[in-house]
Structures are given as structure tokens and as C-alpha cells.
């Protein structure tokens, strides 16, 4: 099982072949996508055919909901880190997402999560 970031959603939805190759070597058949993510990657739609190409490549993943305790994990880092790092908001739930469920985050983007402790970056 792995969450994915929202950069590896957009290289699959391009067609990045690299992608492809990469995730058939995860060998899970099970793959989520934070609720952050979903807004994240649907903002990209150009018009209303790319927002439904979006929702349909969207309904492959299993969606995680931001619960109270992700915005606890987010919102003690955003305090422990805004200072020093300067994260992202969407970056920082993200993380808060993959740490609650203990999943590895599948990203390209590792330097806007190496500084939360105990995340596994793949």
C-alpha cells in the first residue's frame, strides 16, 4: 500500500511511461490519494472534457479523507517546521496523511517532505 503525491497523479495522467514502470515495481495493488490531492489535481483541469479525464483517472485510487488526526499530525508539523522549512499546506497534509495510516509517499518532490521525521519517501 502507498499514498501517492499529487506529482505522480499528473505524470500518470500524461502518460510518463517512467511512472508506470516505477509503480508496477511498488508490486502493491493498492494505492491512495489524499482529499488534498484530489483538489490539487483536478485545479489543473482546463475545461470541463479535462476536469472528467481527471475524475476518471481519479476513481482508480482509493481517496483518503482528511480526518481530526491528520489535522492534529498537520498542524504540529506546520508549527514545528514553518519556520525552518517553509512547507506547503498541501504538501504538509499530505504528509500528516501518510504518517496516520503509516504509508510510504510515492513522490518526485522528496525535498518538500525530508525533513518530517519518520516519513518514508519512495
Known sequence: MVIFDTNILIELYRGNLTVKDEI??????????????????MVGARD???????????????H???NADITD???DLFRTHTLSHRPGIADTL???????????LYTYN????????????I
Do not use: C
Open 73 to 75: 499530525i498537520f498542524l
Open 24 to 41: 508496477q515495481q511498488l508490486r502493491s495493488n493498492v494505492f491512495y490519494i489524499s482529499s488534498i490531492t484530489v483538489a490539487e489535481f
Open 48 to 62: 470541463k472534457a479535462d476536469l472528467k479525464r481527471i475524475e476518471k483517472q481519479l476513481s482508480k485510487y482509493t
Open 64 to 66: 483518503i479523507p482528511i
Open 110 to 121: 522528496k525535498k518538500h517532505f525530508q525533513f518530517v521525521p519518520g516519513i518514508e519517501l
Open 94 to 104: 499530505i504528509a500528516a496523511t501518510a504518517l496516520y495510516y503509516h504509508l510510504p
